[in-house]
């Protein structure tokens, strides 16, 4: 799938969940980072292309897109962004606070729709569960940490049950469909 990252669509993206996160008590750097994730590739599924075409990478505690921190630390650097940290349940929490509105007109009503979508079926979980939930995606789960996810695997099912030869089958089949390098 050719994708073309559009930094502005991605730059309002963090900006608009961020400011939409900030009732949510476990709002911080982890859900907002597993938020963005979901809805470019909950969009794939929907309309068969991302909203922001940024490159998500695979970590320990999930996916992470690899140009969050260089434009959230360009928003705090230009004033329209703050990180705060406070506590949640004995955790330290960085969360994102926007210090302007969001610029909804670089998304199309259908992206606004799935971003909100997204939102709304992750709402009342934590960022463990968040994070827990996003290894559940094909794509975290068929790279290597450090590799980058490709948009295909969001087309791949969710997992069933798991056994060592599905895995091996999963992986094989993913390969031969060229979703991740052999």
């Not at 073309?4 to 608009?16: A, G, H, M, P, S």
């Not at 075409?53 to 996916?63: E, N």
């Not at 969710?158 to 089949?173: D, F, I, K």
């Amino acid at each position: 799938m050719k994708t073309t990252y559009d930094e502005r669509k991605f730059t309002e993206l963090i900006v608009y969940v961020a400011a939409r996160l900030q009732g949510d008590r476990s709002g911080g750097a982890t859900k907002l980072n597993k938020v963005l994730f979901f809805a470019d590739f909950a969009h794939v599924r929907r309309a068969g292309r991302p909203i922001t075409g940024a490159t998500y990478q695979k970590l320990v505690h999930g996916p992470a897109a690899r140009r969050l921190r260089p434009v959230r630390d360009e928003l705090i650097g230009k004033g329209e962004a703050e990180l705060c940290e406070e506590e949640f349940l004995g955790y330290q929490q960085h969360r994102l606070v926007p210090l302007r509105q969001p610029d909804l007109t670089v998304f199309t009503v259908d992206e606004l729709a799935t971003i909100d979508k997204v939102l709304a079926d992750l709402d009342g979980l934590n960022g463990r569960q968040v994070s827990d939930l996003s290894h559940e995606e094909a794509g975290w789960r068929l790279v290597e940490f450090g590799d980058d996810i490709p948009y295909e695997a969001a087309l791949v099912g969710a997992r069933q049950v798991s056994t060592p030869t599905s895995q091996r089958l999963e992986r094989e089949a993913a390969e031969r469909l060229g979703l991740i390098a052999s």
